[in-house]
């Protein structure tokens, strides 16, 4: 575990949960950056849709 300034002042249970893989200031770095393709998707379909609505 990284020692940060003023740590020492959390609770040991906090201190475990922001240790695990996925928390943190790096949380981001190991996926893609955008949607998902299924996200991505529902988007699209939802825009379509709003616009058909404008045009009709």
Same mark, same amino acid.
């Given at each position: 575990?990284?020692? @940060?300034? /003023?740590?020492d002042r959390l609770d040991r249970a906090v201190l475990?949960? !922001? /240790?695990?893989?996925?928390?943190g200031v790096d949380a981001q770095? !190991? /996926?893609?950056? /955008?949607y998902s393709d299924r996200e991505f998707q529902a988007v699209m379909a939802? !825009? @379509?849709s709003d616009v058909a609505t404008v045009r009709d």
């Open positions: 575990m990284r020692v @940060r300034p /003023g740590q475990d949960y !922001a /240790g695990q893989p996925g928390h770095q !190991a /996926g893609r950056p /955008g939802a !825009a @379509r």
